[in-house]
């Protein structure tokens, strides 16, 4: 009997300990907030203009393929309008960047994100996403993101919205001029000249 009691208000003392935490995280939960205040800050009066040039390497054929397809509409129609690849198709890439145009030139970075065939006609355009982080020199670790449609031309204008690291912040524009590109694989290698405005 002794014992039982002293085992029920060991149990109870559980239970409150308990209680307690629960309380305690409930009325955590109940404090909380989402809004946590603005103030003014310092825009600095000048910012950078920095100049980046490099080569993209996309690579769907292969063993060893840079990007891959991860999805595309199931649609006879869709699927027969001659293009290589299906409006719809989404495509996640991990492509090298190299110091020259050549495959083995120096790696300065890796592009990864996906992209979709975003166009039903035959004016084949992407939709890219990307970020674009370089992995040596001054800006090893920062990254651009790209974020634009990328239409299957020769040459294009591109959009930087934003970046990492050193590039945080960052706005800019790329001229990308494919400089080899195989209508039957679809692999092709990319010149792009980046302007990008930082602080
Ligand atoms: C794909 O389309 C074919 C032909 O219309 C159909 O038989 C098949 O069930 C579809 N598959 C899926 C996964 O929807
Ligand atoms: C780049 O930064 C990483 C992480 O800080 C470091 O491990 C690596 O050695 C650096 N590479 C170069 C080439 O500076
Ligand atoms: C990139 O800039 C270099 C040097 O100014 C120039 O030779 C090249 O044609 C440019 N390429 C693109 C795609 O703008
Ligand atoms: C394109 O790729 C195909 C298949 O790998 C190859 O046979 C052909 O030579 C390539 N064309 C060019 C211009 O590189």
């Known amino acids: 009997?002794?014992?039982?009691?002293?085992?029920?208000?060991?149990?109870?003392t559980v239970i409150?300990?308990?209680l307690l935490?629960?309380?305690?995280?409930?009325?955590?939960?109940v404090k909380a907030k989402y809004y946590l205040g603005s103030h003014i800050v310092d825009v600095p009066t000048t910012i950078k203009e920095t100049h980046l040039h490099f080569f993209l390497h996309d690579t769907l054929s292969g063993d060893n393929p840079t990007s891959v397809i991860v999805a595309q509409p199931n649609s006879t129609v869709i699927k027969d309008n001659n293009n290589i690849v299906p409006f719809g198709a989404v495509f996640v890439f991990?492509?090298?960047l190299t110091e020259g145009p050549d495959p083995k030139s120096k790696v300065i970075g890796n592009a990864r994100g996906l992209y979709a065939l975003?166009?039903?006609?035959s004016d084949l355009t992407l939709m890219f996403n990307g970020d674009l982080e370089f992995t040596s020199g001054e800006f090893n670790g920062s990254s651009i993101v790209v974020v634009c449609r990328d239409p299957l031309v020769l040459v294009k204008e591109m959009a930087v919205v934003g970046g990492r690291g050193k590039f945080r912040m960052a706005q800019g524009f790329i001229w990308a001029k494919a400089i080899y590109f195989n209508v039957t694989t679809g692999d092709g290698i990319l010149e792009w000249n980046v302007t990008i405005f930082h602080q």
């Not at 009997?1 to 109870?12: D, S």
């Not at 935490?21 to 009325?27: D, E, K, M, N, P």
């Not at 975003?118 to 006609?121: K, L």
């Open 1 to 12: 009997m002794q014992q039982t009691t002293h085992k029920y208000q060991t149990m109870e």
């Open 16 to 18: 409150f300990a308990w």
């Open 94 to 96: 991990d492509d090298p």
């Open 118 to 121: 975003a166009s039903r006609g």
């Open 21 to 29: 935490v629960i309380l305690a995280t409930t009325s955590s939960l």
